[in-house]
């Protein structure tokens, strides 16, 4: 069983990725000066970010879904959201689930940035930036799980990760 939440290596590793992306974040936003660009309204800006949140957690669920038919669990703790499920995913699976968010959300994102109207370029950098700063969780479960061999199955019920090794 893999509990992050009782391992203090586990809350250091996601502060220190949120803080470390967050500033290479704040420095690109000041290099490219999009920040002077902001074409949108405080409140629309703040649901957005809400609504990204949302999209990547369902991201999740789909490939959850996709790989199992077994039932989701979504948990709303403040002020994280997360999906879970009673699912053994293959290592490669496994690994798909956790990082399908940040990878399919990166290209987008970076696909608004280049080709939307530049009073949008300041949004997206920060979503895109909220994306990787946002995305600890899952680097620290692609992180732990690259140690374990090809065979092994892995639980995830939005709590902990549960392993499954076979003889």
């Given at each position: ?13 996601i ?5 470390f992306?967050?500033?290479v974040?704040?420095v690109?936003?000041?290099?490219s ?9 405080n ?14 957690e369902?991201i999740?669920l789909?490939?959850?879904k ?5 039932n989701?669990?979504i ?11 009673n699912a053994?995913?293959?290592?490669r699976q ?5 990082l399908a968010?940040?990878?399919i959300?990166?290209i987008l994102?970076?696909?608004?940035i280049?080709?939307c109207p530049?009073?949008y ?6 979503l895109?930036i909220l ?9 620290l479960?692609?992180?732990?799980i690259?140690r374990?061999?090809?065979k092994t199955?892995?639980?995830d019920?939005s ?6 090794q076979?003889?």
């Amino acid at each position: 069983m893999i509990d992050y939440k009782k391992s203090k290596y586990a809350n250091l590793f996601i502060i220190g990725s949120f803080a470390f992306s967050l500033l290479v974040g704040i420095v690109l936003i000041t290099i490219s000066g999009s920040f002077l660009n902001n074409g949108v309204e405080n409140p629309l800006f703040l649901l957005g970010c809400f609504c990204y949140i949302i999209i990547h957690e369902v991201i999740h669920l789909i490939f959850m879904k996709t790989f199992s038919k077994e039932n989701i669990h979504i948990s709303f703790k403040f002020p994280t959201i997360s999906v879970g499920s009673n699912a053994k995913f293959s290592k490669r699976q496994f690994l798909i689930v956790v990082l399908a968010p940040v990878i399919i959300l990166g290209i987008l994102l970076a696909l608004c940035i280049i080709f939307c109207p530049k009073k949008y370029t300041f949004f997206f950098n920060v979503l895109f930036i909220l994306n990787f700063a946002g995305s600890g969780g899952d680097y620290l479960q692609a992180f732990v799980i690259r140690r374990y061999s090809a065979k092994t199955f892995f639980q995830d019920n939005s709590i902990e990760t549960i392993v499954y090794q076979k003889n």
